[in-house]
């Protein structure tokens, strides 16, 4: 494709405010944050944002895509395209990099900068190649679930409002049975030549909006848009073992794409409602078992429940302390990367409404423990 005039003039990754060397996933995390706090949708009536969320999408469609970024920075590291390297103050001098590379003979930069990424000059440019196709917006949703659900995994549906191709015109945004005719303005090419001496920037036509056509009787569905804002039902997988505050990624199931381009990405962040019995630990179930001093002190076979409905014996040893950990293998939580265990805590109930017999009972038996030992207090 052919460089824009505003790669020589804007920084994009200052403005996704990532470095120059940042991977790709860190520009896709930096976009989507900056698209969900600016995005319309969520400043209703304030230009500033939307302009905001303009640049920001216009400076992802660059650096997030790997084969214009390529080319991005190729543009930039030539600088101010001033004397150096084209043959000093007169501009006459041929650039030759080297063997196999391009040549610049004369004063035309869409020629240089086609022989750089594979054609797309001034001359014989491309049709429509503009604003061109225009990935969907990515979108996010909530999904709350049941504990046991979130462990076992489950398919549902989401119910979410967003921009879906015209259900009229099935995303074309002329009224059914018409087609778009080309641009007289830019001839069909969707961009036009901006002539400055020596060099020639291409920037897309003002007429078509860089699409190389025009809309003559738009959709009376959606006035030419060619996407309308509507409820849709999105069914979901939700894999075993997803954690509360985890984000799955749906692909293409974001708001629609323009022209002809992709649609986004649907974020569904997952809340997991608490269990009255069970809690988890990364992989493993946990729960607590309460149990009495007696219990503890004399040894006793507990069963305890699991998530599967198939409770365990646990065979608690005699004078076992309070707040112990046991470990049941292979009771937790199955995932891809293996299934965890099931801990259960035995902890003393201490009874807080003792009638006379048990207040004398247990007096009794405090007479024949022996104190515990507290002199390494140091009090």
């Given at each position: 494709m052919a460089p824009q005039r505003e790669w020589f003039e804007k920084d994009y990754y200052k403005v996704l405010g990532v470095s120059?060397?940042?991977?790709?996933?860190?520009?896709?995390?930096?976009?989507?944050?900056?698209?969900r706090e600016l995005?319309?949708?969520a400043n209703p009536g304030d230009a500033s944002s939307e302009e905001k969320f303009k640049e920001v999408s216009a400076a992802y469609d660059v650096v997030g895509d790997e084969t214009k970024r390529k080319e991005y920075d190729e543009?930039?590291?030539?600088?101010?395209m001033g004397a150096a390297g084209f043959g000093g103050p007169g501009g006459g001098a041929g650039f030759r990099p080297g063997p196999g590379g391009f040549n610049f003979e004369g004063g035309d930069i869409?020629?240089?900068?086609?022989?750089?990424?594979?054609?797309?000059?001034?001359?014989g440019g491309r049709p429509g190649r503009g604003t061109g196709p225009q990935r969907g917006a990515d979108l996010e949703a909530s999904l709350h679930l049941p504990f046991r659900e979130a462990v076992a995994g489950v398919e549902t549906s989401l119910h979410i409002t967003s921009d879906m191709p015209c259900s009229t015109c099935h995303g074309s945004g002329s009224r059914p049975g018409t087609s778009r005719t080309t641009c007289g303005n830019c001839q069909g090419r969707g961009v036009l030549d901006d002539n400055q001496g020596m060099f020639s920037f291409s920037q897309p036509c003002g007429a078509c909006g860089g699409e190389g056509s025009i809309i003559t009787d738009p959709c009376p569905g959606c006035r030419g848009r060619g996407i309308e804002r509507r409820a849709r039902e999105v069914r979901v997988r939700i894999p075993a073992g997803v954690a509360?505050?985890?984000?799955?990624r749906l692909a293409g199931r974001g708001g629609a794409g323009r022209n002809g381009g992709p649609a986004g990405d649907l974020h569904v962040l997952v809340h997991v409602d608490a269990d009255a019995l069970f809690g988890r630990d990364g992989r493993n179930i946990t729960i607590t078992v309460p149990?009495?001093?007696?219990?503890?002190?004399?040894?006793?076979?507990l069963t305890v429940p699991t998530l599967e409905d198939k409770p365990v014996t646990l065979k608690i040893p005699a004078g076992t302390p309070s707040n112990k950990v046991f470990r049941v293998k292979g009771r937790g939580v199955a995932t891809k990367k293996g299934t965890g265990d099931l801990l259960v805590t035995v902890q003393v109930v201490v009874p807080t409404d003792l009638s006379k017999e048990q207040r004398s009972a247990i007096e009794a038996l405090a007479d024949t423990l022996p104190a515990a030992s507290r002199e390494h207090l140091g009090v």
């Open positions: 120059e060397k940042a991977p790709a996933k860190d520009i896709t995390r930096a976009y989507r944050k900056l698209a995005h319309p949708d543009v930039r590291a030539m600088g101010p869409s020629d240089l900068l086609g022989g750089m990424f594979g054609g797309g000059g001034r001359r509360d505050g985890q984000r799955i149990v009495t001093f007696s219990e503890l002190a004399l040894g006793v076979k």
